[in-house]
């Protein structure tokens, strides 16, 4: 019923290294169950890593597929072609779902069968390395930590609360294929991460893809995860660029799916002064909070959604954006 799909490039061993031993888990447990790992132009290649081709001669369950084209967008692609099971459930290469994931999911599926994507409700980061507390209570939304009380699904036009990450993202392979198309015939163009970019957005526009056809996505408490954040993401420098390039990825992933209402045209600030004054109103509105980095933060991701409008509206970037990207994204 699932393939439980890893897809990676460049994996980093302190992480990857406990999400398989957690896959072997699942393996051994359960004989039949499908594993695969995406190589995403991997160097060295995932089959010269001694830690992962042990795993593979041992464990049959695991194969490994290749995919030369850079971008988590084509690794997606190419788990669906290789995979002939009805759900595919994307595991990231720092991601460790709970014992209980799939038991979780199939019951979702059978109670909720209109709903095409389901996603975790409970995410938990973990720091692998030293942080300190008031980034943790800072940066954990940038890492997806959520933990909901409640189920939560549905079917609009738009970005929800509902729609969920592609962290532990599990795909009915009917909306797997509308992704796709949609994809090949170049409506949606977003490649996700690629290489140390953090242009994201892929996982909405899967979301978007089933939406568009009257498909219901949503995320469940039931379904929980473990998020490992090493000391090169959990810092102030990668949470800025993360912020501004999230939020500039989702306007064009917006605009792609429904043109004719994304962007919003009230939300276009057009010029200098008016982006000045809302970055002002940002700073004094969270200076009280004496949390700078969350000033910071927020005024990435506003220069990162006036970056997309403008990308879309008027097919360049003011200098001032310019400016801000090159001296701090």
Same mark, same amino acid.
């Given at each position: 019923m699932f393939s439980l799909i890893v897809c990676t490039h460049n994996p980093d061993e302190r992480l990857f290294g406990p999400v398989l031993q957690h896959l072997i888990q699942i393996a051994t447990s359960n004989p039949e169950q499908e594993i695969v790992l995406v190589d995403n132009n991997s160097n060295p290649p995932l089959l010269e890593r001694h830690y992962i081709t042990t795993v593979i001669r041992e464990f049959p369950q695991f194969r490994i597929v290749e995919e030369s084209r850079p971008g988590l967008?084509?690794?997606?692609?190419?788990?669906?072609?290789?995979? +002939?099971?009805?759900?595919?459930?994307?595991?990231?290469?720092?991601?460790?779902?709970?014992?209980?994931?799939?038991?979780?999911?199939?019951?979702?599926?059978?109670?909720?069968?209109?709903?095409?994507?389901?996603?975790?409700?409970?995410?938990?980061?973990?720091?692998?390395?030293?942080?300190?507390?008031?980034?943790?209570?800072?940066?954990?939304?940038?890492?997806?930590?959520?933990?909901?009380?409640?189920?939560?699904?549905?079917?609009? +036009?738009?970005?929800?609360?509902?729609?969920?990450?592609?962290?532990?993202?599990?795909?009915?392979?009917d909306c797997m294929s509308q992704y796709s198309e949609a994809v090949n015939i170049k409506r949606f163009t977003s490649t996700d991460r690629v290489g140390n970019s953090l242009a994201s957005a892929g996982d909405s526009q899967i979301c978007?893809?089933?939406?568009?056809?009257?498909?219901?996505v949503g995320i469940a408490p039931s379904l929980r995860m473990t998020h490992q954040i090493p000391a090169t993401r959990a810092n102030s420098r990668y949470i800025i660029r993360l912020a501004y390039s999230v939020e500039r990825s989702i306007q064009h992933a917006l605009h792609e799916a429904w043109p004719s209402i994304y962007p919003r045209m009230d939300q276009v600030y057009p010029g200098l002064i008016s982006t000045i004054i809302i970055c002002l109103s940002q700073f004094i509105k969270l200076f009280f909070h004496r949390n700078l980095l969350l000033t910071r933060i927020h005024i990435a991701a506003f220069l990162g959604q006036q970056a997309g409008y403008y990308d879309i509206c008027r097919g360049y970037l003011p200098f001032w954006i310019r400016i801000y990207s090159r001296r701090f994204i």
């Open positions: 967008t084509y690794a997606r692609l190419a788990a669906h072609r290789a995979t +002939t099971t009805e759900w595919l459930v994307f595991v990231d290469d720092d991601g460790l779902i709970a014992a209980d994931y799939l038991s979780q999911l199939a019951h979702l599926i059978d109670q909720f069968p209109f709903v095409g994507i389901w996603g975790p409700g409970d995410i938990t980061p973990v720091y692998i390395d030293r942080v300190s507390n008031s980034l943790k209570a800072t940066v954990g939304p940038y890492f997806l930590e959520r933990h909901r009380h409640h189920l939560a699904y549905g079917c609009i +036009t738009g970005l929800a609360d509902f729609c969920p990450p592609g962290l532990g993202m599990a795909i009915r392979r978007f893809a089933a939406m568009l056809n009257g498909i219901a």
